[in-house]
């Protein structure tokens, strides 16, 4: 997961990791750090064709995140479910994205959409 740099500006890390850990995630990997623009590039690089990607990159740029890595039963399904749609304002009352997030692009928060890219995007952040 990613604790994009909307909601470490407007001070939601402390939130977020709490309800991770409410939803039973064990938290086995966090970094605070900002991502260079080949990080994002490469990061969001399924993107790359789309509309958005310019201005996504600068936004995942545009400040520090936190990314965690986590473990838990069903994890990738359960995280995405904990965090809502992509538009906040189609995401369920208290999911975290209806909670914090601001529109379409800045939008709280990252899930891996499969466990497959799970796993690349671990790799991306931490050591085995
Ligand atoms: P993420 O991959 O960040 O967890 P997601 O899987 O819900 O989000 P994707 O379709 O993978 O959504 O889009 C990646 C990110 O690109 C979104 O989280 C959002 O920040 C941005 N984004 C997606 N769609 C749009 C759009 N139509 N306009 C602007 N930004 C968008
Ligand atoms: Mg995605």
Do not use: C
């Not at 900002?34 to 990607?53: D, G, N, V």
């Not at 996504?56 to 740029?61: D, I, K, Q, S």
């Amino acid at each position: 997961m990613i604790i994009k740099p909307d909601s470490v500006r407007d001070g939601h890390i402390g939130h977020i990791l709490t309800r991770i850990e409410e939803e039973s995630f064990r938290i086995t990997g966090l970094r605070y750090l900002h991502l260079s623009q080949q990080q994002a590039e490469e990061f969001y690089a399924i993107h790359k064709e789309r509309p958005f990607f310019d201005s996504l990159v600068r936004y995942m740029t545009s400040g520090p995140v936190v990314v965690g890595r986590l473990e838990r039963e069903n994890a990738v399904e359960h995280w995405r479910k904990v965090i809502g749609s992509t538009d906040p304002t189609k995401a369920p009352p208290g999911t975290i994205r209806a909670l914090y997030g601001i529109s379409i692009e800045s939008n709280a928060v990252h899930g891996s959409d499969s466990v497959e890219n799970g796993v690349i995007e671990t790799r991306f952040f931490f050591e085995e």
